[in-house]
């Protein structure tokens, strides 16, 4: 039986849980075995429920990605908010990439406050769709796929990214290959207006593959650390 002059209810128990000082309730619990056992019994419950909601309701980067940009339906929406409650490091994640895209907001060529340079890459050689697949038979030969056009090499700086786009069942897809950079720590990643659609890892050696890619003009970003590579106008 509660033995406090004031019996505190589960709000309070689960607030002192979470670290909130509450020195009354403090002093209560030492006298009070039920409170004790009450509390270590919200204690197990809050734990189990915190281990239930990492595995079933975490939600990826990439998704956090969709959250942010307004792309996830409403259902599962709820759900990210409900992790996020209970997640310092998913808010933590949330605010990176707000800023992030913040950051992006407007043509910056240059921004300090971030340390991140910003550059847009130059085609330096590439068909187009207007110059016609005078490569397709070669590279169709070489990679089993028809290709929709040539290699399109561009160019920032000391790097540069070749790409190619081929068929690929209902959809295309984009493969691209970084030199000039420290593999390092870059990731690719696909815009198409403020949406992200994808972002992929560039591998030790400098290619990347971005695959179910629909039809569409994109803007591809080489992203690093401290630089950033965009490829305005990239059609596929
Ligand atoms: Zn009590």
Not at 24 to 38: H, I, P, Q
Not at 75 to 99: C, N, W, Y
Not at 112 to 126: D, T
Not at 230 to 235: I, K, T
């Amino acid at each position: 039986m509660c033995t406090c002059a004031t019996p505190p209810d589960d709000a309070r128990l689960l607030a002192f849980l979470d670290g909130e000082p509450d020195a009354a309730l403090a002093t209560d619990l030492v006298k009070c075995a039920s409170c004790r056992e009450r509390l270590a019994a919200l204690d197990t419950q809050q734990r189990s429920l915190m281990i239930n909601l990492r595995q079933s309701d975490t939600p990826s980067s990439l998704e956090l990605g969709e959250y942010v940009l307004g792309l996830i339906p409403d259902a599962r929406k709820r759900e990210i908010e409900t992790f996020l409650h209970g997640s310092e490091r998913g808010r933590a994640d949330v605010a990176q990439l707000r800023s992030y895209l913040d950051s992006l907001k407007g043509d910056i060529e240059f921004s300090p406050l971030e340390r991140v340079q910003v550059l847009v890459a130059e085609l330096v050689r590439g068909l187009g769709p207007a110059a016609g697949p005078a490569f397709a038979p070669a590279l169709a030969g070489l990679r089993g796929a028809a290709v929709d056009d040539g290699t399109r090499l561009y160019r920032a700086g000391d790097v540069s990214i070749a790409l190619d786009v081929m068929e690929s069942g209902s959809s295309r897809m984009v493969l691209g290959l970084v030199s000039g950079a420290e593999a390092e720590g870059l990731e690719v990643e696909l815009w198409q207006g403020d949406a992200l659609a994808k972002v992929v890892p560039v591998d030790e050696v400098g290619n990347f593959t971005l695959e179910n890619v629909a039809r569409g003009k994109y803007t591809l970003a080489l992203t690093a650390p401290e630089i950033e590579i965009h490829v305005p106008g990239f059609d596929v």
